[in-house]
């Protein structure tokens, strides 16, 4: 093309094109590419040249085939199929290497001898090869339906920069599209050997949890699920029962944390009829419903010294007696038991049976927090986006980096709640860093009064998050569990 043919070209651009060409180029041009960074671009000369479909093929010289890259609908849905193309069309391209565009192909009878043309009632397509070097890498293509409207010289011209620009970044688009075929494939790997049901990530830490989870679950040995609130230890208890051969077995959980000691005590043990007002027939406990399955104690820190007794002949007896019973009955559970709270340091203020520990801390396994295993939150906040938008939602780079930026007290639960409230305040396809509001966003964008209650409210607010741990509360202010206590005192003397 002569320079002053490619300027009038470019002046036949509309300014919609141009804009579209411009966007394309920068993002083929940034540092990091996104995710659906060819799908985006697709979509985007699917909207200006008001196409019906958009298809980026690779031609396999050696196989003499053309494979999918990306293929997209107007209603940016992936195409997965490429025979729903035209291979005529492609290899038309192939062999004149030349940019193709007719208007009325079901007419033509050179091209409506194509199958695909006839199924997909094909009116107008406009392709264009890629050539690179001496060869024809690939092809672009993009077709419309009788119902759509005509493709255009001025839409050519068009297609052919979009070709160009993708032909100058192909060695970019090509080192990406194989980290992304080999990210898909190691994910795979991941989850047929190391998945944890219902556990998301592939972090490190949380492969290295995996492996340990199905080591121990197979063991039967009891086990100790430690981690910071919501980090996910009911999840990763139903897992190891689930992992186990006790799966087709009960699995049982029990919350023990605020629970009146006599009313655990007959929830775990039973009953017999009289043994207080109200006991008017025999009444089996927990554990003897959970035989030969797996028992979950919840929150095990808090049980009072009487139950940590009782605990331990189950652990190391197998026994229980029902309440107000003397017949001792022998019970097959698998005990796991989880606590947010420092178990060690409660054995050395006596608030814990240092045997209880010891039979409980046969195998402690901790959970990791968030914060350490943040290349998990992409994965994460895509899967929670799914569920809870009916809509194909997708997420903004920057919004995940602000996700990725947050240091996450809460853990997995917070996140949760943070992704629920981002889908209702979104009304566009795309959740922006606007709709991911952090606890400390909002209690600034709300709030009114002085530093002193700034700084009261936060407290408080990152108490509630850690179940009241003054040493993680202060962990996470970045202050010392001294400045804590100093300001609890104020805020009881207030
Ligand atoms: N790895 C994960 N992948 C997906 N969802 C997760 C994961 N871990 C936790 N969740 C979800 O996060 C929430 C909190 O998890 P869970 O209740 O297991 O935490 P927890 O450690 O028991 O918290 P708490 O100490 O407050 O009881 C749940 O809704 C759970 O489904
Ligand atoms: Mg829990």
Redesign the pocket.
């Known amino acids: 093309m002569l320079k002053s043919n490619r300027i009038k070209n470019i002046k036949q651009l509309s300014d919609s094109q141009f804009e579209t060409l411009y966007e394309i180029s920068q993002a083929l041009n940034s540092a990091e590419y996104e995710d659906t960074l060819i799908e985006d671009a697709l979509d985007l000369v699917i909207e200006v040249i008001n196409a019906e479909r958009g298809l980026f093929a690779k031609y396999d010289e050696r196989n003499d085939k053309f494979e999918i890259v990306s293929a997209r609908n107007f209603q940016k849905e992936n195409i997965k199929d490429l025979s729903e193309f035209s291979s005529g069309l492609l290899r038309k391209v192939l062999q004149k290497r030349k940019p193709l565009l007719y208007h009325d192909v079901q007419s033509d009878p050179q091209l409506s001898q194509f199958q695909s043309v006839q199924i997909q009632k094909i009116k107008s397509v406009i392709a264009v090869p890629i050539i690179r070097g001496e060869k024809v890498w690939g092809v672009i293509l993009a077709d419309s339906q009788l119902n759509r409207k005509e493709f255009t010289d001025e839409n050519l011209i068009f297609f052919n920069f979009f070709s160009n620009l993708l032909s100058l970044a192909l060695d970019r688009i090509l080192e990406y599209e194989k980290l992304r075929v080999e990210n898909e494939y190691l994910k795979n790997q991941l989850e047929t050997t190391e998945k944890?049901p219902?556990?998301?990530?592939s972090s490190k830490a949380?492969r290295e949890l995996a492996k340990i989870i199905h080591r121990v679950a197979k063991t039967g040995a009891t086990i100790l699920?430690l981690?910071?609130?919501?980090?996910?230890?009911?999840?990763?208890?139903?897992a190891i029962h689930k992992l186990s051969n006790r799966r087709d077995n009960p699995f049982i959980a029990q919350?023990c944390g605020s629970i009146p000691d006599n009313l655990l005590e007959s929830e775990l043990f039973g009953y017999k009829k009289g043994a207080f007002t109200g006991a008017d027939s025999d009444k089996k406990g927990l554990l003897e419903v959970a035989d030969k399955g797996t028992f979950f104690l919840?929150?095990i820190a808090d049980i009072s010294p009487a139950l940590q007794a009782k605990l331990l002949r189950v652990l190391e007896n197998q026994e229980i007696m029902r309440l107000g019973d003397t017949q001792v009955r022998k019970v097959n559970v698998r005990i796991l038991a989880?606590?947010?709270k420092d178990l060690k340091k409660l054995v050395s203020e006596n608030k814990f049976r240092e045997d209880l520990f010891y039979r409980l801390n046969v195998f402690p396994l901790k959970?990791p927090p968030l914060r350490d295993r943040k290349d998990?939150i992409p994965?994460?906040a895509n899967?929670?986006i799914t569920k809870y938008s009916d809509i194909k939602l997708k997420i903004d780079r920057a919004a995940v980096q602000k996700l990725q930026d947050y240091n996450w007290p809460?853990?997995?639960?917070q996140?949760?709640n943070v992704i629920q409230r981002g889908v209702i305040l979104c009304d566009g396809s795309k959740l922006l860093t606007e709709h991911i509001i952090l606890e400390e966003d909002e209690l600034m964008n709300s709030f009114s009064g002085t530093l002193k209650e700034f700084e009261k409210q936060l407290l408080q607010k990152r108490l509630e998050e850690v179940?009241g741990n003054r040493t993680r509360a202060a962990e996470s202010l970045g202050v010392s569990v001294r400045w804590v206590q100093m300001k609890l005192k104020e805020i009881a003397e207030e």
């Open positions: 944890i219902d556990m998301l990530g949380m699920i981690g910071e609130s919501g980090t996910g230890k009911d999840l990763a208890a139903q919350f919840d929150e989880a606590t947010n959970l998990d994965i994460l899967q929670f809460g853990n997995i639960r996140l949760l179940n």
